[in-house]
């Protein structure tokens, strides 16, 4: 398969298991599963055709690690960003004393006052390198990073999750914790 249509099957991957399954008629169980089969057949009829080696390329090859098959490899799910409502079910996990989130510039006086909110997804989203944030914040404009005091966080009691896929998630982080890098 060509790097485009690997990015074009991501893409709407993406899209399916984590915001509109119903687009591609396919449901998600409670913990964000769906059926490889059947999705194989749905991702055919709605113009993404795909064989199973194929399916296995996008998500071997995938630069984030996006997607992630269930030990027998008959069920895949993403491992995070979702914004439908299924429970990750991932164990408290304890966080690297520092975290950084990368956002917009423009966000930036919003999330100083208010702190950082999950908006439309399950969790805030942070990571454990300051280079992934910015290249985060990169997707919204010009990058900031912000720093996040985890160790402060974890002692005022906030848990903290990582996904199969090495991000942080939160429910919140107030902006006492934060600074600008
Ligand atoms: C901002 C990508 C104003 C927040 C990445 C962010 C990540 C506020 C935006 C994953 C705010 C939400 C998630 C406040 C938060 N006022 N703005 N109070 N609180 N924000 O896309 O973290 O490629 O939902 O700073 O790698 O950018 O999809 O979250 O800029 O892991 O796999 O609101 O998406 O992964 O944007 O990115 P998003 P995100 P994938």
Redesign the pocket.
Known sequence: MTEKENTRISKYL?LVL?HAPEAAGITLDENGWTDVGILLKQLTINGYPVSPAGLDHVVTSNN?Q?FIYNEDRTRIRAS??HSVAIDLAYAEREPPAVLY????EA?LS??L?????????HH??L?AEDE?AR???Q??GKPVVLVVDAAQMRVDGYTFFCSANG?WLTEQVPAVYLQRQ
Do not use: C, M, P
């Open positions: 993406s984590r984030k996006r995070q960003g989130h990368g956002t917009a966000f919003s999330i006052e208010t702190g950082l909110d999950k908006r439309s997804r805030v989203h990571s992934t290249r985060v914040g997707r919204h991000v």
